[in-house]
């Protein structure tokens, strides 16, 4: 994300019937949907505040997080060790496909989403986190119906280098853990947690939406099929083009045992 001399920008994605951007601070955070409804992919939005970093379609900071790596990291005490193991998992993924530590795991945070006076707050206490959020709406202000946000922030002294994130997930109206073998609960359904981990670590790392059209096996789609069975574990090969343009690939061996969507 490019920012003009001291000028921070702001742009929020909401997952209603179409994607908002807003031009307001120095924060960003990004909303998955429960359905297949199109949106318009998070790299047009940037480019029309001029806020985008990057010239390849689908990448919302070109320079990532290469000043700070690895992503040093911590989930929240409510949420258990099973889905933890679910979103490293996630993290095992991307990091396979640029053949390179991007994260590490620092243990749990003693704090909850109730810590959290709005959506942003998280980004003030030095954590990169992941929370569960059961007030959603009332801590988000976003829609029920958005299964997690990804909140970050650019470095202040280096403006093209992502520095803080949080994970934000909808426990409010949804259940997260393992789709192929747990089950939907009364009106909340069961969302694969290693399928959202990766797209919104995909955010956090530098990605941005990209629709189905152009790449309909990417995990950075702007929706995500939910529900006993649904899973999204795979990167496509436009997903790792993409973050590849980012951070590289530092071992080849290593990048080479990834499985591709869609093969």
């Excluded at 029920?144 to 990804?150: C, D, E």
């Excluded at 059209?213 to 436009?238: C, H, K, Q």
Aim: with cysteine.
């Amino acid at each position: 994300m490019k920012i003009h001399s001291h000028k921070r920008i702001l742009v929020t994605y909401l997952a209603a019937m179409g994607l908002v951007a807003t031009t307001l601070g120095g924060y960003v955070a990004c909303g998955a949907q429960t359905y297949r409804v199109l949106v318009d992919n998070d790299t047009a939005a940037l480019g029309a505040t001029g806020a985008s970093s990057a010239n390849l379609a689908g990448v919302h900071s070109a320079f990532g997080w290469k000043t700070h790596l690895p992503v040093r990291f911590r989930t929240s005490k409510a949420i258990p060790g099973p889905t933890v193991a679910q979103i490293q998992n996630a993290m095992n993924t991307w990091e396979a496909s640029v053949g390179r530590t991007l994260f590490v795991y620092e243990g749990e945070d003693s704090q909850t989403s109730a810590n959290f006076a709005n959506l942003y707050a998280p980004l003030t206490d030095g954590i990169n986190g992941h929370y569960f959020d059961p007030n959603w709406s009332t801590a988000t202000n976003k829609p029920k119906g958005v299964l997690a946000t990804a909140i970050w922030e650019n470095d202040p002294r280096d403006p093209r280098s992502i520095a803080k994130s949080d994970i934000r997930y909808n426990s409010e109206s949804y259940l997260f853990g393992n789709s192929i073998d747990e089950y939907s609960q009364g009106e909340r359904t069961i969302v694969d947690m290693e399928s959202l981990a990766l797209h919104e670590l995909g955010h956090v790392l530098g990605l941005g939406h990209v629709s189905t059209e152009e790449d309909r096996y990417s995990v950075m789609n702007p929706a995500l099929f939910i529900g006993e069975g649904m899973i999204t574990r795979s990167l496509s090969r436009g997903d790792i083009e993409r973050i590849r343009s980012i951070y590289g690939v530092e071992d080849e061996s290593m990048a080479e045992k990834l499985t591709i969507a869609g093969e």
